[in-house]
């Protein structure tokens, strides 16, 4: 295992969920962090947390659907905080469980722009001076959607396959270079996804996760940390975890 001790790490949407689970087990581990997402006071809220834990935080507020405010943050980070060691692409989204042909375009822009462009978006800014310094990892927060495709499900499905795809890709491309790429790929976790999803809906909502013991967004944190703490010449390509409810995408067990 290799300690993470003084690293940077930049995380997008550490201001919910998987993102910022990742930031306190990051923080306890003695990362540096910049915490990246929309919403500035939730950043803040975490901050303040973790602060309490003399964790060295820098705040991003930023849409990683806006190309041009992606590459001035990256380029504008203090020098302290501009050799990012780690980047975990998380920001991400689902809006709208419709038959493709009954689908709303806005929802269909919304998650290409955030989970495909996004996470593009980043990546191209972030790892030129990986490439540079001549060390990094690159975590992508994929999804179980991403392998298997549920009915309603198609575009979401789309932009996890978009990834899953633009992972490999970045792995064969930083080939002979000392970077790492990895994909981590969760199935049901509770967190705001589904709240997104229906639109601020909560019962709906509160229905996926009915009868299941889901995954929590510190279980998937905690893989994201063995892939990240590996010896520097092992690289985890890809990591598939979901529930004991669950079998695939669409077959979960449900006791009630
Ligand atoms: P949450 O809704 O709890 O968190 C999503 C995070 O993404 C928030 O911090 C949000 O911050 C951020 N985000 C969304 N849009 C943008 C944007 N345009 N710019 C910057 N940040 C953005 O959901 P999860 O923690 O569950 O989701 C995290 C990732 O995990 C996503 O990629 C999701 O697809 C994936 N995933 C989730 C699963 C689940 O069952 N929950 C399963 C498999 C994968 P803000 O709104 O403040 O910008
Ligand atoms: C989230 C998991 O199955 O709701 O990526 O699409 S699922």
New binding site residues.
Partial sequence: MISIQNQIVLI?????????ACARILADAGAKLIL????QE?LQQLAAELDNKSADIHLLQ????DRLAVESAISNLPPEWSDIDILIN?????RGLDKLHEGDTQDWDEMID??IK?LLYLTRYVVPGMVKRNRGHVVN?????GHQIYPKGNVYCGT?AAVKAISEGLKQDLLGTPIRVTSV?????????S??RFHGDSDRAQQVYQGVT?LT?DDVADVIFFCVTRPTHVNINEVILMPVDQASVTMVNRRT
Wanted: avoid cysteine; hydrophobic fraction near 35%; aromatic fraction near 2%.
């Fill in positions: 997008t949407g550490a201001s919910s969920g998987i993102g910022a990246a997402a929309r919403r939730r930023l849409d990683v659907r998380n920001a991400g989204l689902s955030t989970n996004g927060i994929g999804s179980i959607a996890k790929d969760p199935g049901m976790v509770e967190t705001e996804f709240q997104v889901p967004p």
